[in-house]
């Protein structure tokens, strides 16, 4: 317990408090276990050629001794050795870096600090801890939605200017990517739970005491969720336990050439590379690689429908089959059982189809990830013709909550495929295309329910449901041509990458 509570926010402040003298590192409590924290090999490779990574192609190999250096003269007598590992520095490129890494013969506790190699235990709790703070953020998205109506009437606003009033990073740091889309899937439950329970949790509470109590609740689950994660959420991004392990190791000992890779990373970035990094390439990503801007304007329209397909609830519920607002949030269940029902089948699919086609470095063909997004595609256009077309005072109202669950189906397996691919497509350059999907997604979230209620009311719901149904279908070739075409393109593409 305290190896987990010590690298938590309220670790950090006991030992900020204490000054280090509680929750120690094994390295302070013996420093000279720095020299088994250093990585032999990416040690030499900065005293080779200036950085800890493989030499690639574009580095030029390093000078070849003369025979007069050989036999004993000054340059030869003036060359440095890094001490740990007696490999000579190259005087024109090399580094006297000393490179902090995980050693797995050396490291007395890297089963307890590599993420990668935590317990089934700890990355379990862990797992639980971040669906849980996707949960409560999510929720905060729909859980108002119950007390719109009531909004509208106390403020008298129209239901437009009422709705105007993100975990899986984490996972993929605590699993060999093999096992990565597990806990991506139960992380995307998550997600999905939260928008689906909030008007369930929020529907009864604005019927009862009011739409305030909306927001009462959902300060209080945040507030929960917020102490809990302070005390029991770990940090799991390895790069960042190395860095503060190689600052810990520079104070104890005084020796300045100790350092992680990203000490390395970060001293050759400037102010403006950043900005690049964290704003600029996220965008010029998107609309400069065709697969990325592809996919994430497919997923982005997905999101999109999902919020615009919210706000017909209330008006098939409420207005067509009477429900009161703790009712209507029970319809909601139905995309939570998709969900559910969704995920035995995906691991089969994942242990028979996914897990033997990785290779031995735990690699794997980009276009292996996107057949569930092929069956996912028609899914989503079903959902929604059956939804609004079922959706009729003569017709049961359990008929469109069953409609409801092919879109959790279609939105899990959509989302599951393309999130994979863009990471495998573009290792390199992860975070940005990902960030770039946020956006993009956000923004089609934020603006499609600007509209929902004036095209429900205007077109109804059986043809507004089909205008919908119609553009998710203009869609469904996309993950088809990637799957066919991918490789093709990913030769051509200056960031993916073209080793498959």
């Not at 005293?47 to 030499?55: E, K």
Request: net charge neutral; hydrophobic share 45%.
């Amino acid at each position: 317990m305290a190896e987990l509570i010590r690298d938590t926010a309220f670790g950090h402040l006991v030992r900020l408090a204490t000054r280090g003298r509680s929750l120690q590192y094994a390295e302070e409590r013996d420093t000279s276990l720095w020299k088994q924290y250093m990585s032999e090999e990416k040690t030499k490779r900065t005293a080779d050629h200036g950085h800890p990574g493989q030499l690639s192609y574009e580095d030029p190999p390093p000078p070849v001794p003369s025979s007069e250096d050989s036999s004993g003269t000054r340059a030869e007598s003036e060359q440095h050795v890094n001490e740990p590992t007696g490999q000579p520095i190259d005087q024109e490129k090399g580094r006297d870096i000393n490179v902090v890494d995980w050693f797995d013969k050396n490291d007395p506790e890297v089963e307890l600090f590599n993420p990668i190699n935590w317990s089934a235990s700890k990355k379990v709790f862990v797992t639980f801890e971040i669906c849980l703070l996707t949960w409560s953020v999510y929720i905060g998205s729909a859980i108002y939605s119950a007390g719109t109506e009531t909004v509208v009437k106390d403020f008298g606003v129209s239901q437009t200017k009422a709705t105007l009033a993100t975990g899986g990073a984490s996972i993929s740091d605590m699993f060999a990517p093999n096992k990565r889309a597990y806990g991506i899937a139960i992380w995307g439950i998550a997600a999905i739970c939260g928008p689906v329970l909030g008007p369930l949790v929020g529907g009864f509470a604005a019927q009862a005491e009011g739409w305030s109590w909306t927001i009462w609740e959902l300060m209080w689950l945040s507030g929960l969720c917020l102490v809990f994660l302070i005390f029991f959420l770990p940090e799991t991004s390895s790069a960042n336990i190395l860095y503060r392990r190689s600052r810990r190791l520079r104070k104890l000992t005084g020796i300045d050439s100790i350092k992680s890779e990203a000490d390395i990373a970060a001293e050759q970035m400037k102010p403006k590379d950043i900005a690049v990094i964290a704003i600029v390439r996220p965008i010029t990503l998107n609309f400069q690689e065709p697969m990325v801007f592809l996919l994430n304007l497919y997923i982005a329209l997905v999101y999109g429908l999902l919020y615009i397909w919210f706000e017909s609830f209330p008006i098939v519920f409420t207005g067509i089959y009477k429900f009161n607002l703790g009712q209507e949030g029970l319809a909601f269940v139905g995309i939570l059982v998709g969900a559910i029902v969704v995920i035995p089948p995906f691991f089969w699919y994942l242990y028979k189809w996914v897990e033997p086609q990785f290779n031995d470095r735990g690699e794997l063909k980009p276009e292996t990830r996107l057949p569930p997004a092929m069956v996912g595609a028609f899914f989503v256009p079903i959902c929604l013709f059956w939804f609004g077309w079922s959706a009729r005072p003569s017709v049961h109202w359990i008929m469109p909550i069953i409609g409801s669950s092919y879109f959790a189906i279609g939105t899990f397996l959509l989302f599951q495929a393309v999130l994979n691919y863009l990471g495998d497509a573009y290792p390199d350059y992860a975070a940005s295309v990902l960030a770039g999907n946020d956006f993009m997604r956000s923004s089609f979230g934020a603006g499609f329910p600007l509209f929902a209620t004036a095209m429900y009311k205007n077109e109804g719901v059986g043809w507004a449901s089909s205008i919908l149904g119609f553009l998710a279908i203009a869609f469904i070739p996309i993950p088809f041509v990637l799957y066919k075409y991918g490789e093709r393109l990913r030769k051509i593409s200056r960031h993916a990458r073209k080793d498959f």
